[in-house]
């Protein structure tokens, strides 16, 4: 199983809402990602897990709180957030070493009203 | 933060013509990857080539790396209507998991 799943695939929340998004893969990667791309941009990275432990954060705002309860799940918690934020969210998983070639969930599409 | 740019911003070619796109990149890295994105979809990982490789193929995908130009090129021979697709390069920063993408080729073949 090489997949990567995402819910939900689309989201529209007001600027007071509390969501999340949710990544899963059973591929026993122990590395996992979320990234932010804004329409005819590149992802841009925003954490990094490695062993469920936060190990990189690209100084993300703290509206946006990952979370990663185990090896196969990762969460990205979502509150008070800008319209600036509307962007397609990706996750992604690879290996923990080389060559780190990331598998990618098909992403949610976020709207803040 | 991005490492990478690439260039054209854009193509658009005849299907069964062949298509270059071109990746430079700011640091020393381990590997240079390439991923396709459909519109509105995720990444999927096409081809890696590592630092002290020159070129690499993989099917109708050929990928060079210059690390003394800190560039790359990713061709596709005899394109078709199916790799219409954004095209980026990643490259890998330092000894971790951080990947930065380059900016990106949108391509078009057409039918």
């Known amino acids: 199983d090489t997949e990567v799943t995402q819910t939900p695939k689309h989201l529209v929340m007001g600027m007071t809402n509390k969501k999340s998004l949710k990544c899963e893969q059973h591929m026993g990667h122990r590395a996992m990602y979320w990234y932010k791309q804004k329409a005819k941009k590149p992802p841009e990275l925003m954490f990094v897990?490695?062993?469920?432990?936060?190990?990189i954060n690209e100084s993300v705002p703290s509206r946006f709180s990952p979370e990663c309860p185990n090896s196969s799940l990762l969460n990205l918690h979502l509150h008070a957030l800008q319209p600036e934020d509307s962007a397609l969210y990706l996750c992604?998983?690879?290996?923990?070493?080389?060559?780190?070639?990331?598998?990618f969930g098909p992403g949610t599409r976020l709207t803040v009203t | 933060s991005q490492q990478g740019e690439e260039d054209p911003q854009a193509l658009s070619i005849q299907e069964g013509e062949n298509a270059t796109m071109n990746c430079s990149y700011k640091?020393?890295?381990?590997?240079l990857q390439w991923y396709r994105q459909n519109s509105g979809r995720g990444l999927v990982h096409l081809i890696l080539?590592?630092?002290?490789?020159r070129e690499k193929h993989s099917g109708r995908l050929r990928v060079t790396l210059d690390t003394s130009k800190k560039s790359s090129s990713l061709l596709i021979t005899a394109s078709r209507a199916a790799d219409t697709a954004s095209y980026f390069c990643?490259?890998?920063?330092?000894?971790?998991?951080?990947?930065?993408f380059g900016t990106g080729t949108s391509l078009t073949v057409i039918p």
């Open positions: 080539i590592r630092s002290n490789e």
């Open positions: 640091t020393s890295i381990n590997n």
């Open positions: 990643a490259t890998l920063k330092g000894g971790g998991n951080q990947f930065y």
């Open positions: 897990y490695s062993y469920e432990k936060l190990s």
């Open positions: 992604a998983s690879s290996q923990v070493g080389p060559p780190y070639e990331q598998y």
